[in-house]
């Protein structure tokens, strides 16, 4: 199974900014941009979650399309890795995208070209990886 690295970076009261590595047999093969919540204890649909070693699958749903899911995170379900731009559109999730850019001038760096970068990862790594979160 592939690796993943999730670095991250810089968290204010809002929002986490980071940074996702991928590794096959060592090699990196992808990396991206990365947004999540600013640590609130794991609190369901508030915070990030707790740095550790995870378990991605792919999944697919009507909202997000294909997109992954991380698993065996401790007291929360369906932490998902997908689309989107802005920490209004994460619950807990992470988001994936090319840059860190203030797209809508609130103050915060957003990520973007998000769906892009989400189809880029799921052609790198189309059956999930170990993801590790620093």
Not at 28 to 55: A, H, M
Request: a positive charge; aromatic letters at 8%.
């Amino acid at each position: 199974m592939m690796e993943a690295i999730l670095k991250r970076q810089q968290s204010d009261d809002k929002q986490t900014l980071g940074t996702l590595e991928v590794f096959d047999k060592g090699r990196k093969v992808f990396e991206c941009k990365t947004l999540e919540l600013d640590w609130q204890n794991n609190k369901r649909r508030e915070s990030c979650i707790p740095v550790g070693v995870y378990n991605v699958v792919t999944r697919t749903s009507a909202k997000y399309g294909l997109h992954y899911h991380v698993t065996n995170v401790p007291a929360r379900s369906f932490i998902l890795i997908h689309h989107g731009n802005y920490n209004k559109d994460i619950l807990g999730c992470i988001l994936v995208g090319s840059a860190h850019i203030d797209i809508n001038g609130d103050g915060y760096k957003d990520v973007t070209n998000s769906r892009n970068t989400l189809k880029k990862l799921l052609k790198a790594s189309p059956n999930g990886f170990t993801l590790t979160i620093q």
